[in-house]
């Protein structure tokens, strides 16, 4: 597994990178070795918070947790991954080569495993070019958390979405 720690306003300790490396293995058994996760550390006042982003063969999953010390979010980051993993399983595991979530099925901790997403309805949108003030000014005169739209400068569709922070975000497509 390749892992890349980035600390935000600190500089994560070795002993940190270690920790992580032994947690992560438990995702390196659903994945194989050819796994990557991304690490990122932000020291806040009163609390400190980890995202880790796992990415195999263009699947990404993403938790982030926060806690007195990024120790503790690190693991409750894991147990969330882990979860989503698990829930997921039978749509991951067609993906991914089978019989690799074999080693979970005795745990004590069942996950009702979701069979069909409930789809209740389905919506077209007129999508014209606009800057993405304009989409992100639309957005919020529609009173909705994103907005698709097609970014005039590069011509994709994209998306901006309302960020739990309070800031925005901007979705852009990226082609493998």
């Known amino acids: 597994m390749k892992i890349t720690i980035t600390g935000r ?10 920790h ?13 070795s050819e796994v ?11 609390s400190q918070s980890v995202e880790i982003t796992v990415n195999n063969n263009g699947m990404i ?13 690190l693991d409750k980051c894991v147990d ?11 749509r991951i595991e067609k ?15 069942a996950v009702i495993e979701e069979v069909e997403y409930d789809l209740v309805r389905r919506k ?15 957005m919020n005169l529609v009173d909705h958390n994103f907005y698709v739209f097609i970014e005039e400068s590069i011509g994709e569709v994209c998306v901006v979405y309302k960020r739990n922070d309070g800031g ?4 852009t497509p990226e082609i493998e």
């Open 9 to 18: 306003k600190c500089s994560p300790r070795e002993s940190f990178r270690e």
């Open 20 to 32: 992580a490396e032994k947690k992560l293995a438990k995702i390196e058994r659903f994945f194989g």
């Open 36 to 46: 990557e996760a991304k690490i990122t550390v932000t020291v806040e006042k009163s």
């Open 61 to 73: 999953f993403r938790a982030q947790e926060r806690a007195e010390n990024m120790n503790e979010a």
């Open 80 to 90: 969330t991954l882990i979860r989503q993993i698990r829930k997921n399983k039978t």
């Open 95 to 109: 993906k991914m080569r089978a019989g690799s979530f074999d080693v979970f099925e005795d745990e004590s901790d």
């Open 124 to 138: 077209s949108v007129n999508l014209k070019p606009q800057s993405v003030e304009e989409a992100i000014l639309q």
């Open 168 to 171: 925005y975000g901007l979705i």
